[in-house]
């Protein structure tokens, strides 16, 4: 796959964090609180990328997408 910003070969990876509640994509000014779910993350504008997660153990998150190394760039599948 070739990026669509420069034109560059992407490479496959993945977005990925740990001890967080999940992972979004959030409108300027958006926050997530500890109880929202997934519908009230997109009721205000937001993506859920993974989670949101209310319990201990659950606390990774993992998203796969493509990286372009030359412009900077990350595409991501959700």
Not at 21 to 27: E, I, Y
Request: net charge positive; hydrophobic share 30%.
């Amino acid at each position: 796959m070739n990026c669509p910003s420069c034109g560059k070969e992407l490479e496959r990876g993945s977005l990925y964090t740990e001890l967080g509640r999940g992972l979004f994509f959030l409108p300027p000014g958006g926050k997530v609180g500890f109880w929202d779910t997934k519908r009230s993350v997109e009721q205000h504008g937001g993506i859920v990328l993974d989670g949101p997660h209310h319990i201990r153990g659950s606390d990774r998150a993992t998203v796969h997408g493509y990286v372009c190394r030359a412009c900077k760039k990350i595409l991501l599948e959700y």
